[in-house]
């Protein structure tokens, strides 16, 4: 079982950086990959970055990081525009711990989400 917090969301102005942060709650000795997701009302829930246990990451305009001693993983946006509000998701994936997935259905365990706001 691993239980995911998000957080670091914020109303920002167009242009502006935020890094959102996960951060994990896991036995010890636990593996996974991350994957952050997000998602507008209404709409399909959008892949955006994925990491595996060992620093494998999909590359993006957004730059995914982690410390597993800090059982935390990072999402760096920069020059951020209005079509990124949404809330953000992080999810991990037990079973391929090893690997990336940018399908949301193939992650067992999800946080609660923060929100991103950009604004003028």
């Known amino acids: 079982q691993v239980q995911l917090v998000e957080s670091g969301g914020r109303l920002v102005q167009p242009g502006d950086s935020l890094r959102l942060s996960c951060t994990a709650s896991?036995?010890?000795?636990?593996?996974?990959?991350v994957g952050w997701f997000r998602q507008v009302p209404g709409k399909e829930r959008e892949f955006v970055a994925a990491i595996s246990w060992g620093g494998t990451s999909v590359l993006g305009r957004s730059t995914i990081s982690r410390d597993n001693a800090k059982n935390t993983v990072w999402l760096q946006m920069d020059n951020l525009e209005p079509e990124d509000t949404a809330v953000y998701y992080c999810?991990?994936?037990?079973?391929?711990?090893?690997?990336?997935?940018?399908?949301?259905?193939?992650?067992?365990?999800w946080g609660q989400g923060t929100q991103v706001t950009v604004s003028s």
């Open positions: 896991a036995p010890t000795g636990t593996k996974y990959s």
């Open positions: 999810a991990a994936d037990v079973l391929r711990w090893d690997t990336t997935n940018n399908n949301a259905p193939g992650y067992a365990y």
